[in-house]
């Protein structure tokens, strides 16, 4: 009998399906699905469309989706960057009228109504977040991007897509130090061990997929323990950390409920009693 297709990376249902898998599952009805985009600072993709339901993961602002469903005030979506499929309430998005020029590169940010950071109630948005880039002005000494929508962000917080201001991915992810650990979380507001990895590759040019055991499978190739130098990743059931060096793990981890540093042997020591040794090591593909 053939393996079940993902469903958190396929979106079918016995009533309704992504065109794409027609021939591949039943389902009463397939669409093609429309395209839209994130329009809150940060939107929680739930398995289930019910509230206080637990998230799986998170969209940032910005970033497109493919919507399959809106019903009853929520959104049936699949997530362009990974695939990712899930629900999020529709007031959680917007038509895209224009592509997306910017992104943000600090680990949080503003966009302001205006050009002056001393507006008040600006939108906090997480490193990731994309933006279109109409103009540029400045205020007081300050560079403001002008964006389509109307707002301002600072300008030294974005770069066009695909740039960067840090020289690899392990160190865009320490620029994370001491950020609260969150349960499917993906943002610089709160972020879970395999978010801060897909995050931080994809600021560094680099594809990740979301969840650890999908990382675990199919991100880089295996090495030996002996062979960990900076930049590999290491594998428990359910936990993921990135090797800073040949010593050091930095992950977001449950135990100091952040973004920590951590002596890899100790951490092994003391993640054993819970989730015993890890699983294997791999090296990600840097190029």
Known sequence: MDKPLDRRLNAYRPDLADADLEGKVEAARFVTGTPAKIAVSVAALQPRPERGCGIDTELLFG??????????????????LDGYVGYLPEE??????????????????FLYTGPD??????????MGSRVTVIGETETRGTRYFTLSDGRSVIARHCASIGQ?????????????L??????????????????????????????APRDSDMQASDLGTPIA????????????????????????????????????????????????WLYQQPTGFRRPDMT
Not at 92 to 109: F, Y
Not at 117 to 126: D, E, F, G, K, T
Request: aromatic share 8%.
């Open 63 to 80: 970033e497109e989706v493919v919507v399959f469903e809106r019903a009853t005030g929520w959104a049936w979506v699949k997530a362009k």
């Open 178 to 207: 001491e950020t609260p650990y969150l349960w499917g979380g993906r943002s610089g507001f709160g972020i879970d061990c395999s978010g801060l990895v897909q995050l931080a590759m994809q600021m560094a040019g680099m594809t």
């Open 117 to 126: 950071l001393r507006i008040a109630h600006p939108l906090a948005v997480s």
């Open 225 to 272: 323990r002996e062979e960990l130098r900076r930049g590999d990743l290491v594998f428990w059931k359910g936990h993921v950390g990135i090797m800073e060096d040949e010593t050091t793990l930095l992950h977001a981890n449950g135990h100091t409920m952040s973004v920590a540093r951590e002596n890899l042997n100790a951490a092994i020591d003391r993640i054993g």
């Open 92 to 109: 959680a998005l917007a038509a895209i009228e224009a592509p997306a020029t910017h992104w943000i590169t600090a680990p949080r940010s």
């Open 164 to 176: 960067t201001d840090a020289p690899d991915y392990v160190a865009i992810a320490a620029r994370f």
